[in-house]
């Protein structure tokens, strides 16, 4: 019971934040080129410091150092590093890729030759552009607890369905990546998504900092290969990840993602 109550709260405090919290897109110039990232919410902020409010709540002092030793843990097995940060780019490249196979206009690559931009967009993102802030919560606090309640697959369902539509005011805002992608296309993207993200969590023994370096290739991804300025595209990245998903489900399991 006190499983299911702290994590309802959670979830549904985090959830109702997001309505009016955007506080505006954040523009860069970088060189020449322009950098649109996903904006500092503040309900991103409120979502992390809710997630410490709560573990202190009920786990006091040690669960708040706990939870900030999860955010630089960094001793998993060094193999998880490829799929953190060349799984999301190959898979949006790889959309790309399909769609001017189909027959589609290349769309400037810039960023891809410019290793520069690439470096400062990943810094940019990785503190400012949401996943340094939702990771705290998403990951660090709610995926544990609803995994003590259901299987990891469940969880990820759960835990996807209530991201997916945390992320509904971006829809109404011209130049984010979910303007540009129909809700339905998109919550299947983020659920198939929050399964892989669950099973870098636990396959790094629940390390935030390996599920923010994903997030952050996850974001990073979209402004390397425009592919969603293909008509084809977005399509083809949703069959990859359902693909993706599939995959790992059937080779890793569903109960826990991991093979022990």
Known sequence: MVVRSTCLCFLLAVLGSSGHGLLGFAVCSLNSYRLLVQPIQSSC???????????YLYEGAIGVKKLLRRGVYHRFDK???????????????GALLLAVLSGEALPELSALFNPLSIAV???????????????????GYALDRLQAKWSAFSSSIVLGVLWGSWHLPL??????????????????????????FTWIWNNTGG??????????????????????ETSYGGLYLLVLNVVLAAAILMAWGPKTLTRR
């Open 45 to 55: 902020v409120r979502s992390a410091c809710l997630s410490f409010f709560l573990t």
């Open 79 to 93: 193999k998880w590093y490829v799929p953190i940060f060349l799984l999301f780019p190959a898979m949006t490249g």
């Open 171 to 196: 829809f109404f805002i011209s130049g984010s990546i979910q303007s540009q992608t129909p809700f339905w296309g998109f919550m299947i993207l983020i659920t198939c998504g929050t399964t892989l």
């Open 207 to 228: 390390s935030i900092l390996a599920v923010m370096l994903f997030h952050t290739m996850n974001n990073l991804s979209f402004f390397v290969f425009p592919t969603l």
């Open 121 to 139: 967009a990943f810094v940019f993102i990785f503190f400012l552009g949401g996943p340094f802030q939702e990771e705290w919560g998403w990951r």
